[in-house]
């Protein structure tokens, strides 16, 4: 197993930044624009912020475009639905649950599951260096 590298977490998460305001955005829009169901507008970020991660991940964090970008998407879609999936069932949770608005839902969930799930997956599963 690889030994975490310091400037490749910290890429990581000014990517996961940039990604998680994408997704902010797509999600307030939704929710407080359109009016939409705050679970549709966390799948919609969810979408748009996955497609900027992906961008990044693959140019900026791993450098990695030399790799078949089909087989990069397959496996970052995989990683996505996971990580869709838990975000969407944690907002869900802390918004009926713990009756937290959808925004601080959104905020606690996005934390965990980006360092917690999306980042070790990206590094050795989806971005991983031949």
């Not at 944690?90 to 009756?99: C, E, I, K």
């Amino acid at each position: 197993m690889k030994a975490v590298r310091y400037p490749t977490i910290l890429k990581a998460q000014a990517a996961s930044a940039v990604s998680t305001a994408v997704d902010f955005l797509v999600t307030i829009g939704c929710v407080e624009g359109l009016h939409a169901w705050y679970l549709l507008g966390t799948v919609l970020g969810n979408a748009a912020g996955g497609a900027t991660n992906f961008y990044l991940g693959r140019h900026f964090v791993f450098r990695a475009p030399e790799q078949g970008a089909p087989a990069q998407g397959v496996r970052y879609f995989i990683v996505w639905l996971g990580s869709m999936a838990l975000n969407a069932a944690g907002v869900y949770l802390f918004t009926q649950l713990l009756h937290l608005n959808y925004v601080y839902s959104k905020v606690v969930v996005s934390l965990l599951v980006g360092v917690g799930f999306n980042y070790f997956l990206q590094l050795h599963f989806v971005f991983r260096k031949p």
